[in-house]
């Protein structure tokens, strides 16, 4: 890092706000560049890139050396990326679970219905975690300090719960079709 910048970070520290543009023009490129090769998308590297300056610049008081600003700004960096690919799986998994209660219908009960149904079936621990991580809208993270778990046993009980949803759903289908064929 050039002396130019441990200025530019000192004057940002010292309550100069609009001197942290010249950080931004000076490493903007190559935050786009390693967040486009994390995301594989230009569009979705730009807004995880601006996310992760607006986190560095509001963070700025917690740089402990002005001389590790570009490996901090990546680690930001990367945090905000692993936040936008969870994003990403959840709801590609909310759009799996609601396709599967679509493909269900009831003449007489909602999708919601017929899905809360489901997740109401599910044993105690998975119905939990389903529950604080889609309707609580809490991450995975938040779930496993609630529930006092490691993350990975709560990564775990979600992909177990989204594997017994779906059996129970094409389960529930399968009833359905069996019932107005007869």
């Not at 986190?55 to 960096?77: C, E, H, Q, T, V």
């Not at 149904?117 to 809490?138: C, F, K, Q, S, T």
């Amino acid at each position: 890092m050039s002396e130019v910048d441990s200025y530019y970070i000192e004057r940002c520290l010292d309550g100069h706000p609009d001197d942290f543009r010249y950080l931004v023009r000076r490493y903007q490129a190559l935050l786009l560049a390693h967040l486009a090769g994390k995301l594989g998308s230009r569009d979705k590297a730009e807004e995880a890139s601006q996310e992760s300056l607006v986190r560095a610049y509001f963070n700025m008081s917690k740089l402990k050396s002005p001389d590790s600003f570009l490996a901090w700004l990546l680690g930001i960096a990367d945090r905000v990326a692993k936040e936008h690919v969870r994003k990403e799986q959840v709801r590609r998994q909310r759009e799996a679970i609601r396709s599967f209660s679509e493909q269900a219908p009831s003449p007489d009960l909602s999708q919601d219905y017929v899905l809360e149904g489901a997740i109401a079936e599910l044993p105690d621990a998975y119905r939990r975690v389903i529950l604080l991580r889609y309707y609580g809208g809490h991450s995975c993270t938040q779930v496993a300090q609630q529930l006092d778990m490691p993350i990975g046993t709560v990564t775990k009980t979600l992909s177990r719960a989204y594997a017994m949803l779906r059996d129970s759903l094409q389960q529930q289908k399968q009833r359905q079709v069996n019932e107005v064929s007869q």
